[in-house]
Nanobody, 123 residues
Framework: VQLQASGGGLVQPGGSLRLSCTAS????????TGWFRQAPGKEREGVAC????????HYADSVKGRFTVSRDKSKDIIYLQMNNLKPEDTAVYYC?????????????????WGQGTLVTVSS
């Protein structure tokens, strides 16, 4: 069972990136999916989490209106579209899955994690 995150990089403020997370050895059916991030010196935070059904989505206040989480269950891929990026979005981004309730974005409830991809927003 593995989650492989990709798509990070260096982008200027106001730019966009799309992160992808591919699941292998496991189907996303039955799992909530989430994106988390950890900036240097800060605690990990839940950025965007999606319920198994897709009906419930949670976004951190800091990313509402700028980030969009989605999932292609047929391909077992999770996406995070990030627009209007700001320097404070700089962090290592992790994808995770877990048998969570609804769109819970509590990290310890997620049981399988990807390796992280670095997003740097800087001019």
């Amino acid at each position: 069972v593995q989650l492989q995150a990709s798509g990070g990089g260096l982008v200027q403020p106001g730019g966009s990136l799309r992160l992808s997370c591919t699941a292998s050895g496991i189907s996303l059916n039955g799992y909530g999916t989430g994106w988390f991030r950890q900036a240097p010196g800060k605690e990990r935070e839940g950025v965007a989490c999606l319920s198994d059904s897709g009906a419930d989505i949670h976004y951190a206040d800091s990313v509402k209106g700028r980030f969009t989480v989605s999932r292609d269950k047929s391909k077992d891929i999770i996406y995070l579209q990030m627009n209007n990026l700001k320097p404070e979005d700089t962090a290592v981004y992790y994808c995770a899955i877990g048998r969570v309730y609804g769109s819970s974005c509590v990290g310890p409830e997620y049981t399988t994690w990807g390796q992280g991809t670095l997003v740097t927003v800087s001019s």
